[in-house]
């Protein structure tokens, strides 16, 4: 029978099928990460067993770390003893730790592929939702919650109902301006933040195929925004090279012989999905967001409109209210306080690449606080060698050290009450970037261009 | 895991679409290590204003009936893959949450602490709702082994979805890791299998 890339790479990790119930699913590569593990570890002690797979087991310190002082110890209490816990659990169970200072720390979703621990047609899970990244390699990608987290280290198995299958077809080329982030909010505000819920969602089509790998991963990275378990695109020659030469990639023959097996990594034809949509890519134009959850997406030069997909008009207008704006507004030139170029959805070497193209020689408006916050110590690295982190600072950004940092507001990071942001990341929910803070997401050229300006712009404007 | 007892109880409304595990449980209160306490900080800033005083309209402060059960809008528990959000709530003393769509990751962290998800169409949680709103002392009954939500008024009787396994482990308090655990032979045959 037909099979889609999904169906392949799920059947081939079912360790069982339990009559009327989930299914016991194999993980090949576990991530974990300082917040969402340490209970997951007290499970195991208390149970007095060791992690049974740690060579499939990557740990990172991200979400929860500060931006500046990394060499400094940690100066919250409950911060630095969530982080040492880690290093300990890490150590007694003999698992490998990116920690802070080690050269290759940074955000989890962004290590995972740049060392080439990311493969095509593996299962991939980590305790934080935007695992979905990692699908961008043909794998099968998702976030789990600290009880499966416990599940994993414990079997390296989990248990899994089968989702649904979506297919999202764009064809066409791009407009200019448009970057991938642009892509997937477009999509999102087409079918809301529950149009995925219950699917797994593969992306195809020429405007995905033209992609590079960063671009995809910023597209998978999403799928979790329409509430879809995870994205998957097919892996391709684009795929192969980028993983040729990464740290823990197969190399010399062994590489190879992995390219012919990652080759049948696609869907058959006449392989059935539950639902297919397809857009357009010509219809697509710079995005940004103007609520309280990613499916309140807008065109950029388009004005807030009367309601929003699967919202009732109370939700929405509390929605807007917290927002501080109304029916009928236009988010271009409006004037923002924050911009953030960072977190897993946009804080690669491309991103940093063209927002500091964009602003190179130009000076950020005097009201602007704007922060660029590198994925890892890797994108840190190439950034400073590459003489980007001197195009920031010259432009009176602040260029940080790796972490989750805003976009979730765990350190100090925080967005204060009623500013206005323009973030790169994934998320607008109230107080995510800290208690009342108001966010608008977009693109990395969107945000970068508006902190020089003060004031939302359209790009193609400049 | 607590077994799943059937009870009564009152019904706490919270006529919210896409309630956020961000807004059941922010992100700056994750830095515990351990899994108790995060009841308090339950809807935290919903429930409380930026200098910690209680916001009086919020239901959950204006409604004090000591429910079990948390009746809200469309797609709850969205976002954030934090099991948190499911120990909050549990934490809280809510052993239901019922709604008309919840999202995936959500479903699966309630569950694994005991706390179960009861989905209804659109429909019928407007009309709850509706009811409710009219009066706040209505008693429900949830039971499990039957798989039915009802009303003592009569005025409502539904049965709702959930696979065998999760039910068994729900009602018998069973624990998934020494379900698996118990699987390990086929485990290690996997493995043997696709493992050079
Ligand atoms: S950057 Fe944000 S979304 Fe990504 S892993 Fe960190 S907290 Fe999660």
């Known amino acids: 029978m037909a099979k889609t890339l999904f169906d392949k790479v799920w059947d081939n990790h079912v360790v069982d099928y339990i009559p009327n119930g989930p299914s016991i699913i194999y993980i090949d590569k576990h991530l974990i990460h300082e917040v969402t593990s340490p209970q997951a570890f007290a499970g195991l002690n208390n149970r007095n067993i060791k992690v049974y797979r740690p060579d499939r087991t990557v740990a990172t310190a991200d979400h929860n770390v500060p931006t500046i002082d990394q060499h400094l110890p940690i100066k919250e209490t409950l911060s ?36 080439g621990i990311t493969q095509p047609g593996m299962t991939i899970v980590c305790g934080d939702s935007h695992t979905s990244t990692h699908g961008a390699f043909g794998s099968i990608a998702f976030g789990i919650g600290t009880s499966e987290v416990e599940m994993v280290l414990s079997t390296q198995c989990i248990l899994q109902n089968k989702p649904k299958k979506m297919l999202i077809k764009i064809d066409g080329e791009l407009n200019n301006g448009v970057y991938s982030k642009d892509i997937i909010l477009y999509i999102i505000s087409k079918i809301s933040a529950s149009g995925g819920t219950g699917y797994f969602v593969e992306y195809s089509g020429s405007a995905i195929q033209s992609l590079s790998m960063e671009a995809r991963m910023t597209i998978c990275n999403m799928s979790i925004e329409m509430g879809a378990r995870g994205g998957i695109i097919a892996p391709d020659d684009i795929t192969f090279e980028y993983i040729k030469g990464k740290k823990f990639a197969p190399k010399g023959d062994e590489f190879e012989e992995s390219v012919r097996s990652w080759k049948k990594l696609k869907s058959d034809n006449g392989a059935k999905y539950d639902k297919i949509l397809e857009f357009e890519a010509s219809d697509i134009e710079p995005m940004i967001t ?97 003489g980007l982190d001197q195009i920031f600072k010259n432009a009176g950004f602040e260029f940080r050290q790796p972490g989750c940092s805003a976009c979730l507001a765990m350190n100090e990071d925080k967005i204060p009450k009623e500013k206005y942001c323009i973030s790169t990341s994934n998320r607008n929910f109230e107080g995510r970037q800290g208690p009342g803070a108001r966010t608008f997401l977009a693109s990395p050229a969107t945000a970068a261009l508006s902190a020089i300006n003060g004031f939302i712009t359209d790009i193609r404007n400049n | 895991m607590e077994k799943f007892k059937q009870f009564d109880s009152t019904i706490m409304p919270l006529n919210i679409e896409n309630i956020d595990t961000d807004q059941i449980i922010p992100a700056r209160f994750l830095k515990a290590i351990t899994r108790d306490g995060f009841g308090d900080n339950l809807f935290r800033d919903w429930r409380y204003d930026s200098n910690n005083k209680l916001i009086k309209d919020f239901e959950l402060n204006r409604i004090q009936n000591n429910s079990k059960i948390l009746l809200a809008g469309r797609n709850f528990g969205c976002g954030s893959s934090r099991e948190h959000a499911a120990w909050a709530i549990y934490d809280y003393g809510y052993r239901v949450v019922v709604s008309s769509f919840f999202a995936d990751i959500f479903k699966n962290n309630a569950l694994n602490n005991g706390l179960l998800v009861i989905q209804l169409d659109e429909e019928k949680i407007k009309h709850i709702f509706e009811k409710v709103n009219k009066d706040l002392n209505i008693l429900f009954n949830v039971n499990l082994k039957n798989q039915t939500f009802s009303s003592y008024d009569g005025d409502l009787k539904e049965t709702f979805e959930i696979n065998e396994y999760n039910k068994t482990c729900l009602i018998n308090g069973y624990d998934n890791i020494d379900y698996l655990l118990s699987q390990k032979e086929k485990i290690l045959n996997f493995e043997s299998r696709n493992e050079k």
């Not at chain 1, 802070?100 to 720390?105: E, M, W």
């Open chain 1, 80 to 115: 630095r003893n969530q982080v040492e816990t880690l290093t300990k659990n890490c150590k007694e169970h003999n698992i490998d730790l990116f920690g802070l200072g080690h050269k290759y720390q940074g955000i989890v979703h962004v290590i995972g592929p740049e060392l």
């Open chain 1, 290 to 386: 103007y609520g309280t959850n990613p499916g309140m997406g807008i065109k950029i030069n388009e004005s807030i409109p009367e309601k929003s997909l699967n919202s009732s008009n109370e939700s929405y207008n509390k929605s807007l209210k917290y927002m501080g704006l109304s029916i009928g507004d236009q988010l271009l030139n409006k004037k923002i306080d924050y911009v953030f170029i960072g977190s897993c959805t946009n804080s690669r070497i491309e991103d940093l690449r063209i927002a500091s193209n964009l602003i190179k020689g130009k000076k950020k408006a005097d009201h602007v606080n704007a922060w660029v916050i590198p994925g890892s110590k890797s994108v840190e690295k190439v950034a400073i060698d590459e």
